[in-house]
């Protein structure tokens, strides 16, 4: 083990730790990596989300009130009406709050991962069981995208 000035440790290569030292760094840099994609993913869902959720909302209100204020508006209200099905057809194809939220606990996971192994990688002595561990986590980030949200415990 060599102690460079700045105080930090390194271990040699030839260390039996040193492999399961450089996994969980690759797992940590994995983490970061996904932890980010999964962020920039949620706000791209919730920006599909506003973008055909919001002129739905609006051309839906629009036609109802064209629709009913005379007789010569009712075709243009009709083309409103159709439009605001399209966007709401198109936001339930995509399904994109369902995606922001999947990738909102995505994220959150990843960043679990992270931590532990940033708080692995501090430690002096590191063991397979760490490493396990650390293993089971990225497999709960992994299945966070597909997991629905914990429902509440009825009581």
């Not at 399961?20 to 962020?39: F, G, M, S, V």
């Not at 439009?83 to 369902?98: K, V, W």
Request: aromatic share 4%; with cysteine.
């Amino acid at each position: 083990m060599a102690t460079p000035a700045d105080g930090t440790t390194r271990l040699s290569p030839n260390e039996p730790a040193h492999g399961l030292r450089a996994e969980i760094e690759r797992l940590r840099d994995e983490a970061t990596h996904q932890r980010k994609l999964a962020h920039r993913r949620a706000e791209f869902w919730t920006k599909t989300d506003i973008v055909l959720g919001f002129p739905a909302a609006l051309l839906a209100g629009t036609a109802g009130t064209a629709g009913l204020a005379s007789a010569d508006a009712r075709v243009p209200a009709a083309l409103a009406a159709l439009a605001s099905a399209g966007f709401a057809a198109g936001a339930g194809f995509l399904r994109s709050d369902t995606r922001r939220r999947a990738n909102k606990r995505a994220r959150h996971a990843w960043a679990s991962v992270e931590a532990k192994a940033t708080v692995a990688l501090a430690q002096q002595h590191v063991t397979p069981e760490l490493l396990g561990d650390l293993l089971e986590c990225r497999q709960t980030a992994l299945a966070a995208y597909d997991a629905e949200e914990p429902r509440p415990v009825a009581s």
